[in-house]
């Protein structure tokens, strides 16, 4: 990845709520390391629909480095957690972050 700042928003009613969850997404970049545009999924859900949708939003903004065959960029598929915690939540069960 390249991107400086993680561009996910955390929803602020969740935020207040101290309401935490993962989400798994599917991501396919183009041979630009650019997620392609309306591809990103939702593989594994939080159980809290907001912070599904903000990480899909986030994930348009997303940078990578290209995938390489043999030297020539591709395209390629990839999963990516993105792990929505806050500062004084507790850190749920099986979670290793």
Known sequence: ?????????????????????????RLFLDAD??????????????GHTALDSAAVAGAAQLRFRPARRAGTPIPVSLLYPVHFRHPDGRMPAGDTL
């Open 1 to 25: 990845m390249l991107n400086e700042d993680v561009p996910f928003r955390y929803p602020v009613s969740l935020y207040l709520q101290r309401i935490e969850g993962n989400v798994t997404l």
């Open 33 to 46: 390391g650019r997620v392609v545009s309306d591809s990103t999924r939702v593989v594994q859900p939080s």
